[in-house]
């Protein structure tokens, strides 16, 4: 796991921009960073924050203009004010006590004007051979607390970002690489995987004696964990690159006991400040070319909102993954950031982003009444949810129709895990009394492609039958999409 993002071809690019006359790598593992960097610069020192509980030692590794210190934790570091052209911290803030503490001492040794560059896990967890990875992270963590007595906080990159704002960061800049960034050969993979199960072997096999009262718990974690990690494998996690700018300080000679002193000094900062600006250039990374937006698939057009300018590149896939599992028309009508976040295991602002990009255009350019389709059966309604055809998880939405059977609003009830959903009957009727519907068609789709309805969709469907003709709101049909066929619950006389 040391050497995993020297694997990162776009991420070795992006640390290979920044240069200088001298550099300080702060890291938790080995030789990780260094090689990547000590080219660049006349001499580098390297601060190794020392693990709570260290795994085997290994040989170091020699590089010519490299100095390295190993530290028990980073309350100090062992440095002068403004020493360093470049600060780099790899995968720290996690994994010390007071990380805040840790963070300003890395900008005191920081020149005016210099960049600090912090990569972190970015805590997004795409599929299932990252959880894997995230679980045998989390069992060393608790490993470490359960032993010393130490309480570790992982901060989130926003915290961290919010932080270094504080800390004079400026044009400040944040860059994701998922799993897609990474080397996909098999051999890595392999061999990656091998690493992990080596570390369950050799570090935190030996130390289960030492949990105490916990060593049944800490068993069972390890065997499910390593069960899991042989089946499933692993994959390496999102990182997310943080870099800016160390922000000058700047004296003014404003007449002392002038009542504009205060007005003056902020006036000359700026003015400064923009000289400098224009004078230096903080690495950037590749833009994409302006895309035909007309022309760009809904993933597209999402992977575009989320970059915020970036590469798109980097979040192709996540938004792919959004639109598959999600749904199209349920991630454009999703109002709801946090449960777009919880469902998807995105970060909150990712799910800000996307729900608010969807906001706008409701508001500017939703469809007057007419504009609605009238739903005279099963074949009008299964090709208005064509859609919901190759869903990956269970979605129960809500057909809901004025008196002459025209749409007034399409809703999404549900968002279920790959095999279920949840549905309650208040659930359904809430949005027909908004609306002032007349009838309800509810549909929703079997992601296994069969539409054939289970026990407990008749069940249901009988139960939202009822509580309709308590509310007189009528159940009109209850349609199951199941890749490109249907079943109608109406025409098979099941309610």
């Known amino acids: 796991m040391d050497n995993l993002w020297i694997r990162c071809e776009p991420l070795v690019e992006a640390l290979g921009r920044f240069s200088g006359r001298r550099a300080l790598i702060v890291e938790s593992e080995r030789d990780t960073l260094v090689p990547i960097v000590s080219r660049r610069f006349e001499s580098v020192e390297c601060v190794r924050v020392q693990p709570v509980l260290a795994p085997p030692p290994r040989p170091e590794s ?8 190993i530290l028990p934790d980073t309350s100090i ?32 040794v920081l020149h005016q004007r210099a960049s600090l560059v912090v990569l972190e896990s970015s805590g997004r967890v795409l599929n299932e051979q990252q959880l894997n990875l995230l679980e045998l992270d ?12 130490l309480t570790l906080v992982v901060p989130t990159v926003d915290e961290i970002r919010a932080e270094l704002r504080m800390r004079d960061i400026h044009h400040l800049r944040v860059v994701d690489y998922g799993p897609q960034d990474f080397s996909g050969d098999n051999a890595a993979k392999f061999g990656y995987k091998r690493e992990c199960l080596d570390r369950l072997k050799t570090d935190l096999i030996p130390s289960l004696g030492r949990v ?14 390593k069960r899991r990690i042989e089946i499933g494998g692993v994959e390496p996690p999102s990182f997310a690159l943080l870099f800016g700018m160390k922000k000058t300080s700047y004296a003014t000679a404003a007449p002392e006991g002038s009542l504009f002193a205060a007005e003056s000094s902020a006036l000359a900062e700026v003015a400064v400040e923009e000289a400098q600006i224009a004078r ?32 798109t590149h980097r979040f192709s896939k996540l938004a792919q993954r959004v639109v598959k599992e999600y749904g199209s028309r349920a991630v454009a009508e999703e109002r709801d950031p946090d449960r777009l976040s919880e469902s998807l ?19 500017f350019f939703a469809r007057s009444g007419e504009d609605f389709p009238i739903l005279r059966g099963p074949e009008d309604v299964f090709r208005h949810t064509a859609d919901m055809m190759n869903l ?11 008196s002459r059977q025209r749409l007034v609003a399409d809703e999404v009830i549900s968002i279920g895990t790959l095999t279920s959903a949840i549905l309650h009957p208040r659930e359904v009727f809430r949005p027909a009394v908004t609306h002032r519907a007349v009838s309800v068609i509810v549909v929703h789709n079997h992601p296994s492609g069969d539409p054939e309805p289970s026990p407990e969709d008749v069940e249901m469907t009988k139960q939202l039958a009822a509580a309709g003709q308590m509310l007189g709101i009528e159940l009109i049909d209850h349609l199951i999409v199941g890749g490109e066929s249907w079943f109608s619950m109406k025409e098979a006389g099941l309610f």
Not at 392 to 402: A, D, K, P, S, V
């Open 392 to 402: 990956r998880r269970e979605q129960f939405r809500g057909l809901y129709l004025n």
């Open 212 to 225: 105490g009262a916990r060593r049944d718990e800490f068993e069972h974690r390890l065997i499910d964990v």
């Open 62 to 69: 020699a590089v010519r203009n490299t100095n390295v210190t």
């Open 345 to 363: 295991k995105i970060s909150r602002p990712r799910a800000l982003q996307i729900v608010a990009a969807f906001e706008l255009g409701r508001r």
């Open 77 to 108: 570091l062992p440095f002068g004010d403004n020493e360093f052209d470049v600060v780099y911290v790899g995968r720290v803030c996690s994994r010390v006590p007071d990380w805040r503490a840790f963070l300003k001492e890395c900008t005191r």
């Open 280 to 311: 230096t250039k903080l690495p950037e990374l590749p833009r994409p070319d302006a895309p035909e937006i007309e022309t760009m698939v809904t993933a597209d057009l999402l992977s575009l909102v989320m970059s915020a300018g970036e590469s």
């Open 138 to 149: 989390r069992l060393l963590l608790d490993r470490d607390m359960a032993i010393t007595g």
